[in-house]
Nanobody
Framework: VQLQASGGGLVQAGGSLRLSCKAS????????MKWYRQSPGNQREWVAT???????TYADNVTGRFTMSRDNIYRTVSLQMSALQPEDTGLYLC?????????WGRGTQVTVSS
């Protein structure tokens, strides 16, 4: 399984970014997909999960600001982030536990300036 994340960048507080993660090497229709983030000095933090059917759940601190979606034809998940705050800064990682294995992408950096 390979996961390729993209879309990160530098944005001012209150701004928006859209991250994408393209998967290969798996039957994408059957996998839960997740976003995590990690910032220096902090543990890796779960952000959102989307089921194969498209039902998404979110961490409390991003609910109402982030929206996760998936396209099973193009094997891609997206994370639309709005009202970004400096505490959203981190390396955003795409993850799936497809076939009970841990599969991490390399991540894409999001930096939110105040």
């Amino acid at each position: 399984v390979q996961l390729q994340a993209s879309g990160g960048g530098l944005v001012q507080a209150g701004g928006s970014l859209r991250l994408s993660c393209k998967a290969s090497g798996m039957n994408f229709r059957y996998g839960d997909m997740k976003w995590y983030r990690q910032s220096p000095g902090n543990q890796r933090e779960w952000v959102a999960t989307i089921s194969p059917g498209g039902a998404a759940t979110y961490a409390d601190n991003v609910t109402g600001r982030f929206t996760m979606s998936r396209d099973n034809i193009y094997r891609t998940v997206s994370l639309q982030m709005s009202a970004l705050q400096p505490e959203d800064t981190g390396l955003y990682l795409c993850y799936t536990d497809y076939r009970s294995q841990h599969n991490w992408g390399r991540g894409t950096q999001v930096t939110v300036s105040s």
